[in-house]
Every structure is written in structure tokens, then in C-alpha cells.
């Protein structure tokens, strides 16, 4: 008997396949829908999701220029990896953080995606706390 669950739903099991996709754009406007908001936050099916394990530097309040134009090659990065293909969300230890984002980590192929934006330089660790960037 198919699940009766929606893939977001499904897809909140640890572990869980690469089941989930969509067509990423950045978001723009009121409408937040399968949208990039910057390195490490994003909308999708209609719950804003921040990425877990990593921090990316600002592009909207940012300290400085350097910042800003690591952020939005990050955001760019991100939304380039999103719109790669099929992805799963795992859970973490807690559910949502104190702006009431979902905190997730977004996997593809049992890999974190964040662990590539820090391979390359576009984010760091989540240590609990923002660095500067500047």
C-alpha cells in the first residue's frame, strides 16, 4: 500500500533516501516557494528551512563588501547544488531554531551538501554561533 505521507513527511526520517526535488529559483518577493534565500537558508514546500550544519556569510546584513560577495556566491552555489537533482532532509537534534526555521541538514547521495559549500570555501561549520567574515 503507498505511503500516505507527502515527500517532505517522508523525507524527515534520518537516513532517509533521495527522494525529494524541486526546481529552485531565488527568492524574490512574497511569494517563498522552492526558493534560495542565501547560503544557508531556503524554502521549500512552503517551510523555511535552515541548513544545519554549516554558516554562510550574509548577503542582506552583511559586515562588509567581502562578506556580501562570499554570500552571494554561496547563495549562487547553493541553488546550483539544490537544482542538481533528487536530495533528502535529515533531522537533527532539535526541530526548529529561535526565527522558527525547520533546522535540517540536506543530503544528496548520503553527503551533505553544507560539507560541500565548506569544501569549497563558500561555509564554515555550524559551531553555534557567527563568525565575521570580514
Known sequence: MPSTKSPHE????????????????????????????????????????????????????????????????????????LNMGNFSLKNIDRDTDQYDRDLRIIIRGGDSIGEKLVDEGLAEKWQGYRRSWC
Open 10 to 81: 517522508r523525507a524527515m526520517v534520518a537516513n532517509a533516501d533521495d527522494i525529494l526535488n524541486a526546481n529552485f529559483a531565488l527568492c524574490d518577493g512574497p511569494v517563498r516557494n522552492n526558493c534560495v534565500v542565501d547560503g544557508d537558508t531556503i524554502w521549500f514546500e512552503g517551510r523555511k528551512i535552515r541548513i544545519a550544519d554549516i554558516n554562510t556569510p550574509e548577503t542582506h546584513e552583511a559586515q562588509c563588501e567581502q562578506e556580501r560577495e562570499l554570500g552571494v556566491k554561496a547563495k549562487m552555489r547553493l541553488l546550483a547544488l
